[in-house]
């Protein structure tokens, strides 16, 4: 598949290319559209202690060369990717490098949320490295039940959060299996982040989500620039150049690496309902 003609343009749509240059020029494409981004190196789920320092060591790189280059642009990044799985102390040392790195440079690093078993884990992090460096925010998926209560303590201390809907597949007791119930969240936490979040990114493809952001913010005269939209690299390129043309942030979520192979079976894997939305959007402008 790697090597697969068909299966290259397929990544090619969606991931930026295999190298830090590949990202980098990417990087440049994007912020002439007026758009920003989020760089994200494949290579989640670490099986060693050098595997997550050699992923620390591509985000310190990426995060020199995007001020040297002046992109705008910032890191986002998952902790199992950083060895989370084998040492909380080490991963927490990885990613304070990283965090303070960033800080230096006035950027920014955005821890992202895996499943829910990361979830405490994630919060817990993201805030003790807040408190001293300032330059990080989180992830907040609208499917957990708990998430309410999450962006009201994030809210409270300042914390920069990225608000999607949530990719991996999750049981009932702990996140809401009904779209209509995900969305209805979503639509929530997403007033509250409005109303009293750090610069809160708005992550969504969903129209009618984004039709209900653009409602919100005019009827309370929340300015456009106090807050974002996100979406990922190569999904709804109309809709994107729309949000920018109307005067909306936007940021996109980049993908590079030369594990784009796993990150796509491990996207389908949890949740089969991710092919159909790849599909869709493979033909679309």
Not at 45 to 72: F, H
Not at 207 to 214: A, N
Not at 252 to 278: C, D, I, Q, S, T
Request: aromatic share 8%; charged share 30%.
């Amino acid at each position: 598949m790697e090597t697969s003609a068909l299966a290259r343009r397929l990544a090619a749509r969606f991931v930026a290319g295999d190298s830090l240059a590949d990202a980098l020029e990417a990087g440049r494409r994007i912020n002439r559209e007026r758009i920003s981004l989020t760089l994200d190196h494949l290579g989640e789920n670490v099986t060693s202690l050098a595997e997550a320092e050699a992923s620390r060591d591509v985000y310190l790189r990426l995060l020199g060369e995007m001020a040297d280059q002046k992109i705008d642009g910032n890191v986002s990044i998952k902790l199992t990717q950083f060895g989370i799985d084998i040492s909380e102390d080490a991963c927490g040392r990885n990613v304070e490098q990283l965090v303070r790195r960033a800080k230096e440079l006035n950027s920014f690093v955005r821890v992202d949320m895996e499943s829910s078993e990361y979830t405490e884990r994630t919060l817990q992090l993201v805030t003790l490295l807040h408190s001293q460096h300032s330059a990080v925010g989180t992830v907040i998926q609208a499917y957990l039940h708990r998430s309410e209560k999450d962006v009201e303590t994030l809210c409270r201390r300042g914390i920069r959060v990225r608000l999607c809907k949530g990719a991996y597949l999750e049981p009932a007791e702990v996140a809401y299996q009904a779209k209509a119930e995900v969305d209805r969240n979503f639509v929530h936490l997403m007033k509250i982040l409005l109303a009293a979040g750090t610069y809160p990114a708005i992550a969504t493809h969903d129209e009618k989500m984004i039709d209900e952001t653009k409602s919100f913010a005019r009827s309370r005269q929340i300015a456009p620039e106090t807050f974002e939209f996100q979406m990922l690299y190569g999904i709804r390129r109309d809709l994107q150049r729309r949000l920018v043309a109307e005067g909306y942030r936007l940021r996109l979520y980049v993908p590079f690496g030369k594990a784009w192979y796993p990150y796509f079976m491990r996207r389908l894997a949890e949740r089969p309902a991710n092919l159909a939305f790849l599909a869709r959007n493979f033909f679309r402008a």
